[in-house]
């Protein structure tokens, strides 16, 4: 008796009823997700006419990737990417973690808290845009007016019409938008933390600070890289925010990947160069995919039945 | 004790500076939309709106003129496309989450672990030949070609969240019911279905938040004005009426009610939905 | 009721093997323990009887038929969980209805049936609640309750009373042995606790690393353990177990520690049998104390003393090796006092070191 004593083709056999439930969800991922990732790679090799007549597509081989890795927009825009992504991360996790560190200890009006620093998360990106589109106005903005009455400067500032300024103003509306994801991820971590370490730590005389940095931190591994990374992607992914708010101005100054991508595939009608582009996103999302669902499976498979 | 104090000091100023950031923004919305368009564009801004006034509300929310016609018309738009690209995702996620927390049948990682992969692709990728298939398919600008997209990020998403409240059911239950004369069929939907009643619920409630905030397939695949969902609606009135700030606020803050609303009614839910797969391990 | 046979049964996970080449029969009527350390394949070979899980090869019969391919509803098998599986939300009437609404019985004899039940186990009253609502030994009867409440041909019970406390365990082992001799039911039941295997079953099976060690009645297993392993397992406290080297042709035996002990005639025969060095097995019940020094007594130190009332343990160090001999309570030993060990050589274990093999006459 062998250890692997059945082929793979016995076993799917014996298990094809499972597959019964999995199969609908197949079907439907396989044409909304699993075709147009496909379909994506293959138009990256044409160039398409602006028509979107796709039959008069002329295979175009590596042309794409090769014009768009020279551009000078493609820099601009993946310089932009990267303080758009690192800042918004890094700003996000930061307050959102001191929130969760702040909220982990029982008192009245906890759970009410909770819940208002949540809302920003689910506010439709859309909704949450112009509102602070109007909080930004130049004339009439309040955070400017505020500026002002503070003596901070002069005269209201121009946020998203000033290719300095506009980067910070727009990561801080990102920040606020996901710092609630960072915030309750990293309370349930806190939660895990079990209690009686902590009561160990301080029997043996460690202070906040000190059961903080050998107890806390240590057990918080997992839960921050799950989300430190989910916020990357998020970050990589985002449109909305900067597509409303500026639509990559001025002068291409908030431009990032996805907005320059929206742009070629829908304002100039390119949808080969926009495709090509389109891989080489996907190419950097595999390599931290691949990190997550290493981060998020472990210890999955200790279950059978 | 002394050093105890001083963190907890710390941590409450920063918990309300923190609440001071987040709430700034929506208590400005809310003050905005309820001064008149005279009323907003003063600097300095009038940080109380010395007459305030509910207009914005009743022409946004009146079927009697034509702005109101048009914002509940979008309005009518997003609970339409949301539920049913709800209802949809959740019932073939259902079985699938089940078999993917449940069986070991050959394969079963890979699929797995491509359906958690799909949260990592970004919207715009699935864009261009989601387009390019609805054209083909003549369903450009209408509403099934939103509520067959939204299933690209609703359906892993819903998956995963369900595999995780089936995780947490315990398998005994299942194999006491087969051992009573259930077949595997039968313990799931009968033993099994109403325990995850509330997971389902949980799981519909944020694949709606995600289709009601949807925007970029939306803005997509729609021109037709009478089939745009609130987000793309909310921006067609900004061009429209650049100028009405009130009222686009008003417009943000009713839009922003409901799912703020089912939100806050169903936290304890959602945070675990959010945090489940991320802890465990 | 019906006879249950596993003949050669075999479970694999991928590359690990959790049940290796098992064969035993229940009879009908008997109530069979299997016993063992945790990951030993207990529960794994319950699950293939019920049809939780599937044979990678051997066949299993109930009664006549062999059920290798059918599925648990078809087996015609109860079965109580660790954590009971109680339906919850389903009322305990509910949770006892639903075997009978699985196979399609009356309304009135579900409703005659379960209040049967309900009555036989006590727990009437509370036929309302819910799961949540009740505690563990009333947890632990609706199971039974579920269990009892068709009339199955087997029942098999995974470690049902290890989520109790120590006081009501005692109390439901009791009940459960009454409920096995008024019903007369075959029980398969898994524990990892010897002592409910032993004094519950007809038979109990020792198992380890998915092996079947010794397949006996307790009283047999107990007094003739087969290998070091059941030696060690059944019991408390564990059997000493001690090296020595066979010396004299198998007429003594040489300690590493520099004792010699003499053997009996029968000792001595099975010693001689063994392939290299013996391991000496005696329970603590087996082992005299004795202030002074004489032939075949074995030389060590208390090391500390544990009264429990009616019987007092002693553990002694030998160099480094702790034995344990038990005393009568009115004996007074302290710590560090010298003390000299004897043997029942009759009641002496040998066993082969290489093999781990009791050596037998």
């Known amino acids: ?305 | 004790m002394k050093e105890h104090g001083f963190w907890r000091l710390g941590g409450k100023l920063y918990l309300a500076a923190l609440v001071v950031f987040t709430m700034l923004p929506m208590v400005w919305m809310v003050i905005t939309s309820l001064k008149t368009q005279f009323a907003a564009l003063q600097y300095p801004p009038e940080w109380i709106p010395r007459n305030p006034t509910l207009d914005q509300y009743w022409l946004l929310l009146s079927p009697a003129n034509a702005v109101g016609r048009e914002f509940l018309r979008y309005l009518f738009n997003s609970v339409w496309v949301s539920a049913a690209s709800t209802v949809l995702g959740v019932a073939v996620a259902v079985p699938a989450a089940y078999a993917f927390s449940r069986f070991r049948f050959p394969g079963r990682n890979l699929l797995f672990y491509s359906v958690l992969l799909r949260n990592m692709f970004p919207a715009v990728v699935f864009l261009m030949p989601l387009f390019i298939m609805m054209r083909w398919l003549g369903l450009v600008n209408t509403q099934a070609s939103l509520i067959l997209t939204y299933l690209t990020f609703g359906l892993p998403l819903s998956i995963w969240l369900l595999k995780g409240f089936y995780d947490n059911i315990p398998v005994q239950l299942e194999q006491a019911a087969r051992i009573d004369g259930a077949s595997r069929f039968q313990a799931f939907l009968l033993i099994v279905m109403p325990l995850s009643a509330p997971g389902i619920t949980a799981t519909a409630i944020y694949s709606f938040i995600m289709a009601w905030n949807e925007y970029v397939y939306a803005l997509t695949f729609l021109n037709d004005k009478d089939r745009l969902t609130l987000p793309v609606g909310l921006q067609r009135f900004f061009t429209e009426y650049a100028t009405n700030w009130p009222g686009l606020m008003a417009a943000s803050f009713i839009m922003s009610v409901p799912v703020v609303a089912l939100f806050l009614v169903l936290q304890k839910y959602f945070v675990r939905a959010l945090t489940d797969g991320a802890v465990k391990s | 009721m019906a006879q249950v046979r596993l003949g050669n049964i075999v479970k694999h996970y991928g590359d690990s093997i959790a049940v290796d080449d098992v064969s035993l029969t229940v009879e009908d009527g008997e109530f069979v323990a299997l016993v063992g350390p945790s990951g030993c394949g207990k529960t794994t070979t319950l699950n293939l009887v019920a049809g939780l899980l599937e044979l990678t090869g051997g066949t299993i019969h109930i009664g006549d038929r062999q059920v290798n391919e059918l599925d648990p509803k078809d087996r015609d098998i109860a079965m109580v969980f660790q954590n009971y599986a109680l339906y919850p939300n389903k009322t305990v009437y509910a949770n006892l209805a639903f075997p009978l609404q699985m196979r399609k019985t009356a309304k009135a004899d579900i409703d005659r049936k379960v209040r049967a039940a309900a009555a036989s186990l006590d727990i009437t009253h509370l036929l309302q609640r819910r799961p949540r609502e009740l505690s563990g030994g009333q947890q632990q009867r609706v199971a039974l309750g579920r269990a009892l409440v068709r009339d199955p041909k087997v029942f098999l019970m995974d470690e049902p009373l290890s989520n109790l406390d120590a006081k009501l365990r005692v109390q439901m082992r009791a009940e459960l042995k009454r409920f096995h001799q008024d019903l007369k039911a075959t029980i398969i039941y898994v524990t990892h606790d010897q002592l409910e295997a032993v004094t519950m079953a007809d038979r109990m099976a020792v198992m380890n690393h998915g092996v079947l060690q010794q397949y006996d009645t307790p009283e047999v297993v107990f007094n003739a353990p087969l290998n070091l392993f059941v030696a060690g397992f059944v019991g408390s406290p564990a059997m000493n177990l001690f090296p020595a080297e066979v010396a004299d042709g198998g007429a003594s035996l040489l300690g590493p520690e520099g004792w010699r002990l003499t053997l009996s005639e029968r000792n001595a025969a099975r010693a001689r049998r063994a392939t290299g060095g013996v391991i000496l097995g005696a329970r603590h019940s087996m082992i005299g104390l004795h202030g002074e020094p004489a032939t075949d007594r074995i030389p060590g130190r208390v090391y500390t003393v544990e009264p429990t009332g009616d019987i007092t343990f002693v553990h002694v160090r030998i160099a480094a090796a702790n034995v344990i001999a038990s005393v009568g309570p009115d004996i007074r030993l302290r710590a560090d006092d010298a003390v000299w060990l004897s043997f029942d050589q009759n009641k002496l274990h040998l066993f082969d070191v290489a093999s781990g093999q009791a050596l037998r006459d």
């Open chain 1, 1 to 305: 008796m062998t250890a692997r004593s059945d082929g793979l083709l016995r076993r799917i056999v014996r298990h094809r009823a499972d597959y019964l439930y999995v199969a609908p969800a197949l079907g439907v991922m396989l044409l909304v997700i699993g075709y147009p990732i496909y379909d994506t790679v293959y138009l990256s090799f044409f160039n398409t006419p602006p028509n979107l007549a796709l039959e008069d597509k002329i295979f175009a081989g590596l042309d794409n990737y090769g014009r768009i890795l020279s551009a000078d927009s493609f820099h601009e825009a993946t310089w932009n990417t990267l303080v758009w992504t690192v800042f918004s991360t890094f700003f996000a996790f930061v307050l959102g973690f001191g929130a969760a560190l702040a909220l982990n200890r029982e008192f009245r009006g906890r759970g009410l808290l909770r819940g208002i620093l949540l809302i920003p998360y689910v506010i439709s990106a859309v909704a949450a845009s112009y509102v602070w589109r109007w909080l930004y106005h130049s004339d009439f903005g309040v955070i400017g007016a505020i500026s002002v009455a503070l003596g901070f400067t002069d005269t209201p500032i121009n946020f998203l019409d000033n290719t300095t300024v506009v980067m910070p103003a727009l990561i801080v509306v990102n920040v606020w938008k996901e710092f609630p994801f960072a915030m309750i991820m990293m309370l349930a971590g806190l939660q895990t933390v079990p209690d009686h370490l902590l009561r160990a730590a301080r029997v043996d005389g460690a202070g906040t600070w000190e059961s903080f940095v050998h107890i806390t931190l240590p057990h918080l591994k997992g839960v921050t890289l799950v989300t430190v990374l989910l916020l990357l992607v998020t970050n990589l992914n985002s449109f909305t925010i900067p597509y409303i708010m500026t639509g990559g101005g001025p002068a291409g100054a908030s431009e990032i990947w996805i907005t320059h991508i929206y742009q070629l595939a829908f304002g100039r009608i390119r949808f080969g160069l926009a495709s090509a582009y389109s891989v080489i996103l996907f190419i950097v999302m595999m390599g931290l995919g691949y990190f997550y669902v290493r981060a998020l499976t472990q210890g999955d498979e200790r279950r059978g039945g």
